[in-house]
């Protein structure tokens, strides 16, 4: 696996594991906030704000991230996003643009490649 399929996977996994559960736990905190009057010196709205904010401002940097190599590797949003959550594997861009081009799906067959030398 490259580098890059890692930090990709890195990257989705953080977005589904890490980020959905944490904006869902810090709303309830701030709904339910009101009701810990002698906890409000340690978790206050304004932190709680901060912390949303820039939970929303990162998820949306990394999806803007994901459509432009979607739209880089000429695929959909959502199999380049399943593409990059298996970490890449054995993943080929531009794949259907080769086969394509060719008409069938050919494989090759390396038994019959013969290597001649031309002297002049």
């Known amino acids: 696996m490259d580098i890059t399929g890692f930090r990709r996977m890195r990257t989705i996994g953080q977005l589904v594991f890490e ?3 944490q904006f ?10 009101k009701d810990y009057e002698e906890d409000r010196d ?5 932190s709680l704000g901060f ?6 401002l990162h998820v949306i940097l990394e999806l803007i991230f994901i459509l432009l190599g979607a739209k880089a590797s000429e695929s959909g949003f959502i ?25 069938k799906n050919e494989c090759i067959k390396f038994d019959n490649i013969v290597y ?5």
């Not at 001649?116 to 002049?120: I, V, W």
């Open 42 to 46: 340690i978790v206050t709205k304004q």
């Open 79 to 103: 199999f380049y996003f399943f593409t990059c959550y298996s970490g890449r594997l054995n993943w080929v861009p531009f794949i259907h643009k080769l086969s394509a081009i060719s008409g």
């Open 19 to 21: 980020s959905t559960p």
């Open 116 to 120: 001649t030398t031309r002297c002049a």
């Open 51 to 56: 912390s949303l904010g820039f939970l929303i």
């Open 24 to 33: 869902f736990f810090q709303i309830y905190i701030l709904f339910r906030l």
